[in-house]
């Protein structure tokens, strides 16, 4: 998780402040949010939440002579390791006088330094009491009103039964912000199909989200209200909004919960919403939350009686019978968590958490579903743990769905100092474990698996840098597409050469492997293996202060029985950000791209403007190009605007159901209005 925030953070960076040396960094940015797309796949992702939390980094740098260890663990480039051994600097030296001394402190090098310095200020250790005359002089405000649409007709806007809405979609937000003691603001949004207005929605936005939040203050931790997420443990009994799992970081497998966070994100189901409490004496916290709202999910009638048949996660709400899901179940979640530290380096805590649905949960016609949850309501409570012991981190969590199944995962990070690091986790969750918002490290998901994962990260010399895992997985019962038992693995090999600070180059190769079911038409079908290899060349780097370049090519095999497919891509990047005192930044990327079946697609992280994010999926042939352009108005006006179009040379029409184009181009136009005070 601190792994994913760190690179996010980067790349936030280089869309707001155009620095050369953190665009040098864009390749991690990539690499994190192509993993993610490649592991999920999908090619959108809400990540508004912690691009606004790095942003705000950014904007006002951390105080790392004040901070406590929760303040620390949020400046995401530093591990669990690095962070100990700063509190201990401190403890025994006193104050930090300037940013050069860490690089007596184990664990940091002068690049990294380098890299944090924007995020961290030095500055006398003053009392961070909540003062009501500085919340009004030092607090920000900020707007955000964005609007996107594609210019081609689709076709679910021509038809009867198509869509009911206009083909824009609209983002308007705005969100006060002090230290990190007070936020309050609202998030409102109207995809695209959906209708602005109607009956149930009188702000015209579909999607309607606002909160309150304090943290810091006396006793008192943390309060929400309004829409927030609650994060615990290691995710396997609590965890709300968007976390992520394994890469070749080795510390990206352990969580770093922040208990109680406001919502800010557009996402439409996977929130809460009521209030939260949280209390800190001494060496005790204790949080207290509940939420109550509907939720989107089918519901049948059997025997004259509504039942839920199933949840629908994807927020749209732009034909007739995505709009009678819309809101058809209530939920209420009661909840309650107590952290105790017992000391510096160790620390556990108790997570319980009751959730009720108003209707009953109809159990599903086929085999893999017969450990679905099916009651109107489930318990679930779970003990987790942390602890380091020298150049160790033991941490996990154990939990279990009371009158059903239980789950743990465990697992130790070791720091061998001169750059190697090592993880290992352990992973089993029962297929009659269910936890409605549990969201652990997992390859499907919390239940019905268990894993073991192995990671190294190497820093081999000055110039070159290992990073690999291997994760072993399994599946006990049956799953969706897999009709028997299975196993599978996935891992991935990189190796990173930086001949200077402005150049890079790495090379990667990751293969995945599972079981799916085979095509012959049976009634039950017989699970074959498919297997997924990439492999990737990129190189970056500075041509002058201004220009920067990327080049990528990769190459992809899929094998499924007799089945192989092939695909390429190959994209040339070129980001101009003139040094002061302009002030506009323009990021260009050609594409060209030949797959052939989309299962051996493709994908690259693309720029975007801030707080948006984009990952396509490359599949077909044809050539995609976008244009990102950059321009301060002024010190509290920014404008972002993007061009995106794809060209597909193998058809003549693009794209199927309702968003089918009847031409071989698909052209996505986004502009972007960012206020701050």
């Not at 991935?492 to 990667?508: D, E």
């Not at 159901?657 to 986004?670: D, I, M």
Request: glycine residues 8%.
């Amino acid at each position: 998780m601190r792994w994913a925030l760190a690179i996010l953070l980067l790349a936030c960076v280089v869309s707001s402040s155009g620095q050369h040396s953190n665009a040098l960094e864009g390749a991690s940015v990539e690499q994190m949010l192509e993993f993610i797309a490649e592991t999920l796949e999908e090619e959108e992702f809400d990540l508004s939440t912690l691009l606004d939390q790095v942003q705000y980094l950014y904007d006002h740098p951390i105080n790392i002579n004040r901070a406590d260890r929760l303040q620390l663990q949020s400046l995401p480039f530093l591990d669990d390791f690095q962070v100990q051994a700063l509190l201990d600097h401190r403890t025994t030296t006193g104050r930090i006088l300037t940013m050069y001394e860490l690089q007596g402190v184990e664990g940091f090098d002068l690049r990294q330094i380098e890299i944090m310095a924007p995020f961290v200020r030095l500055g006398a250790s003053e009392a961070g009491v909540l003062n009501w005359g500085r919340v009004k002089s030092e607090g920000t405000h900020e707007a955000i009103l964005r609007a996107d649409r594609f210019l081609e007709r689709q076709r679910g806007y021509e038809m009867e039964n198509g869509y009911v809405g206009s083909p824009e979609r609209l983002y308007t937000r705005y969100r006060f912000r002090y230290a990190d003691h007070i936020s309050a603001g609202f998030t409102l949004e109207k995809d695209a199909g959906e209708p602005f207005g109607g009956p149930g929605v009188p702000l015209g936005f579909d999607h309607q989200s606002g909160h309150v939040y304090v943290s810091n203050v006396g006793h008192l931790h943390q309060l929400a209200v309004g829409d927030f997420q609650a994060q615990f443990g290691q995710g396997l009994t609590q965890w709300s909004g968007m976390a992520f799992g394994r890469s070749g970081d080795v510390k990206s497998i352990k969580r770093s919960a922040r208990g109680i966070v406001p919502f800010t994100s557009a996402e439409e189901n996977a929130f809460l919403r009521g209030g939260a409490l949280s209390l800190r004496f001494n060496a005790l916290d204790v949080t207290t939350f509940m939420s109550r709202k509907r939720v989107d999910a089918s519901v049948d009638t059997i025997h004259g009686e509504p039942m839920l048949r199933t949840f629908q996660r994807s927020g749209l709400h732009a034909t007739r019978s995505q709009l009678a899901s819309k809101d058809a179940v209530g939920e209420t979640i009661l909840g309650g968590h107590a952290r105790y530290r017992l000391s510096s380096r160790a620390e556990m805590g108790l997570t319980s958490v009751y959730t009720e649905y108003a209707l009953p949960t109809l159990l599903g016609p086929k085999p893999y579903q017969r450990f679905n949850f099916t009651s109107r309501s489930l318990l679930v409570s779970g003990f987790d743990y942390q602890c380091m012991l020298r150049n160790f981190l033991l941490f996990g969590e154990s939990s279990v769905h009371w009158g059903a199944g239980s789950a743990t995962v465990n697992g130790v990070l070791v720091s061998l100092g001169k750059g190697l690091g090592i993880s290992l986790l352990h992973r089993y969750y029962a297929p009659s474990y269910q936890a409605p918002m549990a969201n652990p490290i997992a390859e499907t998901g919390a239940s019905n698996e268990r894993g073991v994962y192995m990671g190294m990260n190497a820093k081999l010399n000055g110039k070159w840098t290992f990073n690999g895992y291997v994760d072993l997985f399994s599946f006990p019962w049956l799953r969706y597409r897999v009709d028997a038992p299975s196993d599978g693995m996935e891992g991935m090999a990189q190796l990173t050469f930086r001949p200077t600070y402005a150049w890079s180059i790495y090379g990667r190769v990751r293969m995945e492997k599972k079981g799916i079911n085979a095509s012959e038409a049976l009634v039950t079908y017989p699970v074959t293996e498919q297997s997924k290899t990439s492999y990737r060349l990129h190189w970056q780097g500075e041509i002058s202060e201004s220009l920067s370049i990327r080049t990528r090519i990769e190459w992809a095999v899929y094998a499924r029985s007799e089945q192989v497919d092939h695909g390429l891509l190959l994209y040339q990047d070129v980001l101009w950000k003139p040094p002061f005192p302009a002030k506009y930044g323009v990021k260009l990327r050609v594409v060209v791209f030949d797959t052939e079946d989309y299962s051996a697609r493709l994908y690259a992280y693309e720029h975007d403007v801030l707080y948006a994010s984009s990952i396509p999926a490359y599949h077909g042939r044809g050539i995609r190009f976008y244009l990102v352009f950059n321009h301060s108005l002024r010190k509290w006006c920014a404008v972002s605007m993007r061009i995106a179009q794809t060209y597909y040379s193998d058809r003549l029409s693009n794209g199927s159901g309702l968003n089918e184009v009847a031409l071989p181009t698909r052209t996505q136009v986004k502009v972007q209005i960012r206020l701050k005070l």
